[in-house]
């Protein structure tokens, strides 16, 4: 089956810092990948749609320039956490398609930001 | 604006007993819907996905059925187990047109006592 990963799988910083997140498809191409944040008890919420080679669609209410997302290949996308702040402390799982608008989820990036 | 519910919230049932989880979403033009597991602190884990057109998906012990008149869905586990203890989601997609943005509920939390 269609396997995504992401990396790191814990990351743990300092406020005011940069935080990267990397999103893979291992055995598919993604043209389109997305990701979620959830904060502890609530549901999903998307953040944003990234396409291949173009800019990504953000969701209401969300930080494009504190969220930079860059999906430069096929099978990678990165999200990149500007200036991180405790708030923005969370578990954030991205997603592939695979061109059958079934999404495969990676295991998630749990971010605390001190 | 589409809104996903999941009722219970949490179930604890003893082994061997078969149950039922609810989503409710509140606008029928989807175009599919997806069940999933999470374990804590983990990622997701796709158990079934109904097309629209269609009302049922059946994979081992589960079911999952559809109605997408009256906005409902229900995962049926039979003969449950330990293992089957975790958080199950229900998302939508297709709302608004756009096919691959899934709008997920809160989860039901489930407990499978030995």
């Known amino acids: 089956g269609a396997v995504v990963s992401q990396h790191p799988s814990r990351v743990i910083c300092k406020s005011g810092t940069s935080v990267k997140i990397e999103c893979r498809s291992l055995?598919?191409?993604?043209?389109?990948m997305f990701w979620y944040r959830q904060f502890p008890k609530q549901s999903l919420m998307l953040m944003a749609t990234s396409n291949e080679g173009s800019k990504a669609t953000y969701e209401q209410g969300v930080e494009k320039d504190k969220f930079l997302i860059n999906h430069a290949s096929l099978t990678l996308s990165t999200l990149t956490v500007t200036s991180a702040h405790p708030e923005d402390s969370s578990f954030y799982i991205c997603?592939?398609?695979?061109?059958?608008?079934?999404?495969?989820f990676g295991p998630g990036t749990r971010l605390t930001v001190t | 604006k589409q809104e996903v519910t999941q009722i219970p919230a949490a179930l604890s049932v003893p082994e061997g007993e078969n149950l039922v989880l609810n989503c409710s979403f509140t606008?029928?033009?989807?175009?599919?819907l997806q069940w999933f597991r999470q374990d804590p602190g983990k990622g997701l884990t796709s158990l079934l996905l109904i097309q629209s057109s269609q009302r049922e998906q059946t994979s081992g012990r589960l079911n999952a059925s559809l109605d997408k008149s009256s906005g409902r869905s229900t995962l049926y586990i039979a003969a449950s187990q330990p293992g089957d203890s975790a958080t199950y989601l229900c998302a939508v997609s297709g709302y608004g047109g756009s096919q691959g943005n899934l709008i997920f509920g809160k989860g039901t939390k489930l407990s499978v006592k030995p």
């Open positions: 997603s592939a398609d695979d061109n059958t608008y079934e999404q495969y």
């Open positions: 055995d598919f191409q993604a043209t389109t």
């Open positions: 606008d029928s033009a989807i175009y599919n």
